[in-house]
């Protein structure tokens, strides 16, 4: 499923937009709030609750380049994360999302590869998230 949805002409038109969002930070807080907005819309519960983890990771790790507290993304990790994002809000996509329970199987399944395939730099995310809340509390 995931080549389908690398191929697919609504991946290509979300990864064509991800680098000028990328490039205005205002651009990138506003994805944030949509991202947020979807996620709270649609609910996930039960077995998709590690798909919610997941996509709030994602959105932290903007959320954090973004305001400049986090520059440790590589550029190319940045473009695709913002690119999922903008495939994930996007109501129109390769199993659109209006469709009953199917419909967000393809964001799943894409969330799912992106954490995965970019594990190096959430595992330096995370780390870095955990130094900062050890200064922030200390």
Do not use: C, H
């Given at each position: 499923m995931i080549s389908q949805i690398l191929k697919s002409v609504f991946f290509k038109s979300a990864k064509g937009k991800a680098g000028r969002y990328a490039k205005n930070s205002t651009r990138l807080f506003e994805l944030i709030k949509d991202s947020v907005s979807k996620l709270q819309k649609v609910g996930f519960k039960g077995n998709l609750s590690e798909f919610q983890t997941n996509v709030q990771l994602l959105i932290r790790m903007v959320r954090a380049y973004a305001?400049?507290?986090?520059?440790?993304?590589p550029w190319r990790s940045l473009i695709s994360i913002?690119?999922?994002?903008?495939?994930?809000v996007s109501p129109i996509d390769l199993i659109p999302d209006f469709l009953p329970f199917i419909g967000v199987t393809d964001d799943v399944a894409l969330v799912v590869w992106l954490v995965?395939?970019?594990?190096?730099?959430?595992?330096?995310?995370?780390?870095w998230e955990?130094?900062?809340?050890?200064?922030n509390i200390g």
């Amino acid at each position: 499923m995931i080549s389908q949805i690398l191929k697919s002409v609504f991946f290509k038109s979300a990864k064509g937009k991800a680098g000028r969002y990328a490039k205005n930070s205002t651009r990138l807080f506003e994805l944030i709030k949509d991202s947020v907005s979807k996620l709270q819309k649609v609910g996930f519960k039960g077995n998709l609750s590690e798909f919610q983890t997941n996509v709030q990771l994602l959105i932290r790790m903007v959320r954090a380049y973004a305001s400049g507290e986090y520059r440790g993304l590589p550029w190319r990790s940045l473009i695709s994360i913002v690119a999922v994002l903008i495939y994930f809000v996007s109501p129109i996509d390769l199993i659109p999302d209006f469709l009953p329970f199917i419909g967000v199987t393809d964001d799943v399944a894409l969330v799912v590869w992106l954490v995965k395939s970019l594990s190096n730099d959430v595992q330096k995310f995370g780390d870095w998230e955990k130094q900062a809340k050890t200064i922030n509390i200390g």
